[in-house]
T-cell receptor
Framework: GNSVTQMEGPVTLSEEAFLTINCTYT??????LFWYVQYPGEGLQLLLK?????DKGSNKGFEATYRKETTSFHLEKGSVQVSDSAVYFC??????????FGTGTQLKVEL | NAGVTQTPKFQVLKTGQSMTLQCAQD?????MYWYRQDPGMGLRLIYY???????DKGEVPNGYNVSRLNKREFSLRLESAAPSQTSVYFC???????????FGQGTRLTVV
């Protein structure tokens, strides 16, 4: 079946540091890929998505590129802020409209 | 702009009790999902409904049942609650496979 593997957290960075959160996936066919963010006490909300190979999703300074050759969708941001502290989830949709999530990576940004 | 509404927000149950978690969406979405979130485990899919009239098991369906009552509503039932079902439960909906899923605020369930 489909699966998503994310790097373990928590990730602790200083403000303005560069962020990478790794995500790799296993799926048949051509899945759509997503990054969701969860702020404390809230549900998840979509951060960005990519629906085909080589697509780049971007939003709020975050980017991720759909790499089919390495089955990866790594999340990056050039300069993180304290307000980016949250849990980030990589996810994919394969056949049958099932939406599968990774285990999440907690990000803490300090002044 | 209600989006996805879950009730209740908090619940404490005794082992063996039953309850139903309610979820409703007002976005005319075809697909609806129930997840549980546990520390270190991420979100695990319990059941989903790709369209009105259909339901399918996810990764962790044991101990749960669902009903897609109509296009708007998708309920999750615990027939005999167990401490292992202590978790935060999220309902989500979306229109099609490549589109954004919208999540409710969650139900924090404790089984004692």
């Amino acid at each position: 079946g489909n699966s998503v593997t994310q790097m373990e957290g928590p990730v602790t960075l200083s403000e303005e540091a560069f962020l990478t959160i790794n995500c790799t996936y296993t799926a048949t066919g051509y899945p759509s890929l997503f990054w969701y963010v969860q702020y404390p006490g809230e549900g998840l909300q979509l951060l960005l998505k990519a629906t085909k190979a080589d697509d780049k999703g971007s939003n709020k300074g975050f980017e991720a590129t759909y790499r089919k050759e390495t089955t990866s969708f790594h999340l990056e941001k050039g300069s993180v802020q304290v307000s980016d502290s949250a849990v980030y989830f990589c996810a994919l949709t394969g056949g049958g409209n099932k939406l599968t999530f990774g285990t999440g990576t907690q990000l803490k940004v300090e002044l | 702009n209600a989006g996805v509404t879950q009730t209740p927000k908090f619940q404490v149950l005794k082992t063996g009790q039953s309850m139903t978690l309610q979820c409703a969406q007002d976005m005319n979405h075809n697909s609806m999902y129930w997840y549980r979130q546990d520390p270190g485990m991420g979100l695990r899919l319990i059941y989903y409904s790709a369209s009105e009239g259909t339901t399918d098991k996810g990764e962790v369906p044991n101990g749960y049942n669902v009903s897609r009552l109509n296009k708007r509503e998708f309920s999750l039932r615990l027939e005999s609650a167990a401490p292992s079902q202590t978790s935060v439960y999220f309902c989500a909906s979306r229109d099609r496979a490549a589109t954004e899923a919208f999540f409710g605020q969650g139900t924090r369930l404790t089984v004692v």
